[in-house]
DNA sequence: TGCGACACG
DNA sequence: GTGCCGTGTCGCA
């Protein structure tokens, strides 16, 4: 590994070699334009792409330290590609007026950092970029490629590496020859045959038909080159892959061609002349400033070297000066811009003084020392937190770092005071430290003063991709997080640096959920919800393993008497779970009129065999036996996986950082979707059972709560009538949709409606509801069209919803949960519409799972508060799940209805049934 | 490893 | 030339 570049310091240790960095200014502009939500400025002019660029740019000066810098870009549409391959880049959409709009912008803004921006008629930046880092190779500098096209890895060198964004566009990934082929198992140079081969969807690049990223390095693993595999066609293993070999080697060889980037680009400009000063001018911030970049004003300003004018740093709170605190950023960033003389250098993250804390003795003296806000990491042996043992804290204040270790004389208990209210703590997932400490027989609460960077930075972005803690630094503190191993002991010194870290991330995230008005949102239901739910996991549901497995037997029986009379159907033994096999068997042996195609073959979903039942009795059967093998492999034998032999409890995970929506998901197991609608199924949650003989189970679910909240967004007159008069909201739509009275409404009329509701609230097409429904499209039009005029409230609602997603970029729930949309503006229909669907659900499955942690939240506090046993074992998405002594029923359902049906107030009551039980199963 | 199928709200 | 919202898990190719 040749980490060594990526954690040095240019400042510590100046560094002699001349390091050039070449930027593909198209590939990370692009890519900015589409991972970001479209922003823009005061003006109106779109300003995410140029954003984006921005941000990069920084973050790679700041981490890199390049004493010579330039930006390729492509010139014009005709490359010498094209005289090769006319198609070339042929799938690709026109670029954007939004993004083309931006490219001017990138360009001002590398004016003002005294950046060249280089491009070459006939060349694309990549061409640019292999050019100079040839060049610059060849005279003794050290050359760093960044970009977003991992075709640039052909470029790597032991002198030349590349930067490639991972996600997003400041997530990056510094590669070298040894880690492109950790990533590969490939040679930089091999990566040219590997697209020669796999070929390249983006810029229409054929390649080998059917060959993907596995079979090519597999391919290249043992030949070495698409050369090499084409003349050795006959000794690659699989009929059908030489077969294809053969019939596309041009393709291959073109497609290689395609990809090899061209190094002789005729250029005018020498490598030393790229020099980079890395120093900021004033021209920066004009320029930050007319795009709109206020938070990146604040950061350059904040990065600002005061240390030759101290006497310039406003810090009201009269504390420590050697830095500038997020809370006066603002305050100094007037002072840093109107002295306007000096120049603003960019400085890498500080080093914090750290010390090893692991006697009393040590322990005592770091109580005396601590103080305020600490950062928070617990350090330990894996990754599963329902199992790890706990090895030590590395805590982190703003001025010093430790490291707690239980290796020796301390213990968990030790740290208690750590957790009373004096100090303010900031974590990382702060759920699976309460469940790490419970282990440890410490039960943390909600008045503690927690902050949780995880569960914050969801609210900011629920859709910002995986949130890890390195994600985080580097996204919003541009921090180049040292190398450790998170899930194990050891590297305690960089735990420490980052635990500090934490708290520069609290102060930044919690400026953003001010802005967002989220700090309700986050400290009075999402924060307090931990608690919650990590005493939920570590309780876990008791599951009766005899009674599963006697369940398991039973299907067991079935499925081999179906199995068997399938193939009597048949007349052939072939593997049902195979779509492929079970597609061939219905369409082509026995004739089946096939009705809908996959990309892969024939469609046998559900609804398509539903279809086809008539016309042959194989086909019910087929139906009965993919239900119940679900049954039998997810919920008999998946389940019995996760039981825990000793107390027979299966311990769920909730992810509270996770959905686009604010919903919570359940894993390992999923409890959230244990089969109820089919009866078959619903006999599995008679293996759920209370903890003792003489508790029983109590589930709470909100009725139509969906419905309702639409009712209150939309304040449509009928649809809250309706809900206020508690009638039936099936058979109330469709007798207003029908036009008739409604005890006239038939089962099909009723029917029809529900699908319809149901279809409002997922944001209703016509054709899906023609799916649904099994009708025309057209007559699915005709239902919205009437359903929308007789609720006009509904109708403008949606209209209205829309349109403000359009012109703000996002949606809101009732608590203020936002989600982006940046496809509202794309020029793609699909994903276009799809957003459109997701900007008419999204407030309402929001708002619906806002409404049931508030409730959450406030049962399990009246719980505490009470001399009740009861507990509440799991949430799925409207209903919760208690167990409790039979003698609490009564007490417990009372207060279960009071805070569920109270946990917000709309302009239509919430409703809660409840029911009782032995066990799951008997609880409906 | 991606996809189809199917379990839930 | 489309396809109703949000999830997780299994088996196949």
């Known amino acids: 590994m040749s980490q060594t570049h990526a954690n040095s310091e240019p400042h510590s240790e100046p560094n002699l070699r001349p390091k050039l960095m070449l930027i593909d200014g198209n590939s990370i502009t692009y890519r900015a334009f589409f991972a970001l939500p479209p922003l823009s400025n005061s003006q109106g002019q779109f300003t995410n792409a140029v954003y984006g660029f921005t941000q990069m740019l920084l973050k790679v000066l700041q981490t890199e330290h390049p004493t010579h810098v330039a930006v390729a870009f492509d010139a014009g549409k005709q490359t010498f590609r094209h005289r090769v391959y006319d198609e070339y880049k042929g799938t690709r959409q026109k670029t954007p007026s939004e993004l083309s709009e931006q490219f001017p912008l990138v360009r001002e803004v590398l004016e003002a ?124 293993s699989g009929n059908k892959l030489k077969e294809r070999l053969r019939e596309n080697e041009d393709k291959a060889l073109m497609s290689k061609q395609l990809a090899t980037i061209f190094c002789e680009v005729p250029i005018n400009v020498a490598v030393d002349a790229l020099t980079y000063s890395g120093q900021l001018t004033p021209k920066v911030l004009t320029v930050f400033r007319k795009l709109g970049f206020k938070s990146l004003v604040d950061k350059i300003s904040r990065e600002i070297d005061f240390s030759t004018n101290p006497s310039t740093v406003v810090d009201g709170k009269g504390g420590e000066t050697k830095g500038v605190d997020e809370d006066t950023a603002s305050a100094t960033q007037e002072t840093g811009v109107s002295s306007g003389d000096g120049t603003l250098t960019t400085k890498p993250a500080p080093q914090t003084p750290y010390q090893l804390i692991a006697t009393k003795m040590e322990l005592e003296q770091l109580w005396r020392q601590l103080r305020g806000e600490v950062g928070v990491i617990p350090v330990c042996d894996g990754a599963d937190y329902h199992t790890a043992n706990l090895e030590g804290f590395a805590i982190g204040t703003k001025s010093a770092c430790y490291y707690v270790s239980f290796d020796g004389e301390l213990e968990t208990t030790d740290v208690k005071p750590l957790w009373s209210k004096d100090f303010e703590k900031t974590v990382f997932d702060l759920k699976s430290l309460v469940v790490l400490l419970d282990a440890h027989g410490q039960t943390l609460t909600p008045d503690g003063h927690w902050f949780d960077v995880l569960v914050s930075s969801y609210l900011l972005n629920p859709s910002d991709g995986e949130l890890t803690l390195q994600n985080l630094l580097e996204r919003e503190l541009h921090r180049n997080v040292p190398q450790c191993n998170w899930d194990a002991v050891g590297d305690v010194e960089k735990k420490s640096q980052v635990a500090s870290w934490l708290l520069e991330l609290k102060h930044h995230i919690n400026a953003g959920l001010r802005e967002q008005e989220l700090d309700d949102l986050f400290y009075k239901v999402e924060l307090p919800l931990e608690f919650v739910l990590a005493n939920m996991e570590v309780l876990g549901f008791r599951v009766n393993s005899e009674r599963l497995k006697g369940i398991g037997g039973e299907l067991q029986k079935q499925l081999e008497h179906l199995t068997e009379q399938i193939y009597q159907h048949a007349g ?225 609602y949606m209209k209205e919803i829309v349109e403000g997603a359009r012109k703000t ?81 009564e007490e417990l359902e009372a207060l279960v209805h009071e805070k569920m049906e109270n946990a917000l107030t709309l302009s239509v009551p919430l409703k809660v049934d409840v029911h009782v039980g032995r066990t799951w199963y008997e609880a409906k």
């Open 572 to 796: 052939m033994e072939f593997n049902i779970n195979s779509p492929k096999q079970l597609g061939e068997v219905l369409f082509e042996k026995l004739g089946l009129p096939a009705m809908k195609k996959t990309k892969t073959g024939y469609s046998t979903s559900a609804d398509v065999l539903e279809k086809l039942a008539p016309y042959h009795d194989i086909v019910a059967d087929i139906l009965q036996f993919r239900q119940l093998g679900k049954l039998q492999s997810t919920y008999v034998e998946g389940l019995l996986k996760v039981i825990r032999p000793e107390t027979d409890r299966v311990h769920t995970r909730f992810h509270q950082a996770l959905t686009a929506t604010g919903r919570l998901s359940s894993s390992e197991p999923n409890l959230q979707n244990i089969p109820i609608r089919m009866e078959e199924g619903r006999k599995l949650r008679l293996a759920f059972e209370p903890t003792y003989q003489d508790w029983v189970i109590l589930s709470a679910d909100y009725s139509q709560v969906e419905l309702r909240i639409l009712a209150h967004l939309s304040g449509d007159e009928a649809l809250v009538q309706a809900f206020r008069n508690d009638e039936d909201i099936h058979t109330s739509t469709a007798a207003t949709v029908f036009g008739v009275a409604p005890e006239e409404v038939t089962s099909l009329m009723r029917r029809q409606a529900k699908a319809v509701n149901f279809g409002i609230v997922y944001g209703i097409s016509d054709y899906g509801l023609s799916q649904n429904l099994n009708i025309t499209r057209a007559e699915a039009a005709r239902f919205i069209e009437d359903y929308f005029s007789k609720f006009p409230g509904v109708a403008n």
């Open 809 to 889: 970029g996002y949606v809101t729930t009732l608590l203020n949960r936002r989600r982006y949309l940046p496809d509202i503006h794309s020029r793609n229909f699909n994903l276009r519409s799809f957003a459109e669907r997701t900007a008419m659900n999204t407030p309402i499955q929001g708002t619906a799972a806002d409404i049931i942690k508030l409730a959450m939240v406030r049962i399990d506090q009246a719980l505490r508060e009470s001399d009740l046993q009861a507990r509440m074992l799991l949430q799925v998405h409207d209903e919760l799940i208690f167990e409790c002594p039979q003698t609490e029923v």
């Open 113 to 236: 950092f005294e950046i060249p921006a280089l491009e070459v008629p006939e060349y694309e930046a990549d061409d640019i970029i292999g050019t100079l880092a040839t060049n610059a190779e060849a005279k003794g500098y050290e050359v760093l490629v960044v970009s977003g096209d991992k075709d640039l890895l052909q470029l790597v060198t032991n002198q030349v590496n590349a930067i490639l964004t991972r996600k997003g566009v400041t997530d990056v990934e510094r590669y070298t020859p040894e880690s492109v082929f950790e990533r590969y198992e490939l040679t930089p140079r091999q990566i040219i045959d590997l697209k020669g081969l796999m070929g390249d969807n983006s810029d229409n690049i054929p390649g080998v038909p059917g060959v993907g990223e596995k079979t090519a390095i597999k391919l290249l693993k043992e030949f070495g080159s698409v050369e090499a595999v084409l003349s050795h066609i006959d000794d690659v």
